[in-house]
DNA sequence: GCCTGATTGTTCGCTTACGAACAATATCGC
DNA sequence: GCGATATTGTTCGTAAGCGAACAATCAGGC
């Protein structure tokens, strides 16, 4: 068989020739598997689409994503171990170090041992990173109706109660 | 106002203590806002179980996603310059660069200079690269099933094309 | 008490992701 | 032909993300 990408499907084309000779899809039996119809591929490309629309509506340059959802669940929380809150944001305890290093030398956070298991970190807002806070959350529905702009209200719903339930 | 977030919320408790003292979340007029509910964290952690899903069923542990993309893409339309191949495949210049750089370290992909424009590159498939991708997109749609797990096949229909939507 | 196993947090290495700056080249208007 | 503008690909810096290894500490069983 010549399953080699080889044929002369690359005559000559103008320099900046943007049409490309497309192949079939790859055949597997009656499913043609496309990449852009993959549930990976779309969750990536519709994240990138949300941290952008987050980045260009948040108004400061310097939080991203996820230290903003930290921000908001120690804002809630109070006082929580370090891994404890990686656990509520979902984010590996590696991760969970390297935000909260980050936040802490932005003064945006402050960490304690915790006095009862010395294993832990207790971490908490400071005065700075609460106010830091209460001034970006009113941005936040915002970047959820920005990127949800090309769906009708119904299909908002839809779109968030599938997504809760997959991820 | 003390909008501080230091009332005794943490009075005492036992050391593997999982419940937290849960303030409400914080009130923006008639809407809460509840980081569990933006579209952007939920594409977040969607994105992430995704992820770890297509690494324990896809069987090799030195491709990930992105590079599975761009290889099916490659083996797709044969030959693309790197631009247009991020393009397709939804990656910055500066990320494809990356991927493109380690693909063709191990000899999945090959380069060469396009002879009707000097500033690109065109890149496709070594026979290597493609004998991988025949072995690999047997276990593609696995992937997306098993990802999909949670929702029932008219479930899956609308969140795919809500997705595809939005990203 | 002591030992085993679990949890916590750090560090290392690697990948994706992107903005910004840059040099080389191509294109378009005139 | 020439100059302004755009495209291509590289490099640098920074962040998220995660597996793996590690030391310190804790909890449970006996």
Redesign the pocket.
Same mark, same amino acid.
């Given at each position: 068989m010549d399953t080699q990408a080889d044929r002369a499907t690359t005559a000559h084309r103008?320099?900046?020739d943007?049409r490309r000779v497309v192949r079939p899809p790859i055949d597997l039996g009656e499913q043609r598997y496309r990449v852009e119809r993959q549930i990976g591929y779309l969750l990536?490309r519709a994240h990138?689409r949300a %941290?952008?629309i987050f980045?260009e509506q948040i108004g400061d340059?310097?939080i991203?994503? #996820? =230290?903003f959802s930290s921000l908001v669940k120690l804002h809630e929380d109070g006082e929580v %171990?370090?891994?404890?809150?990686?656990r509520l944001?979902?984010?590996?305890?590696?991760? #969970? =170090?390297?935000?909260?290093?980050?936040l802490k030398t932005r003064n945006l956070v402050s960490?304690r041992a915790?006095p009862?298991?010395?294993?832990?970190?207790?971490?908490r807002l400071t005065a700075e990173g609460d106010r830091l806070v209460q001034r970006l959350i009113i941005a936040g529905p915002r970047v959820t109706t920005e990127t949800l702009k090309p769906l009708n209200p119904d299909e908002q719903r839809q779109l968030v109660n599938l997504l809760a339930r997959i991820a």
């Open positions: 103008s320099a900046r943007e990536r990138q %941290s952008a980045q340059p310097n991203t994503p #996820t =230290q %171990s370090q891994n404890q809150l990686g944001v979902g984010m590996d305890k590696a991760t #969970t =170090q390297g935000v909260m290093r980050r960490a915790d009862g298991d010395a294993r832990r970190t207790l971490l």
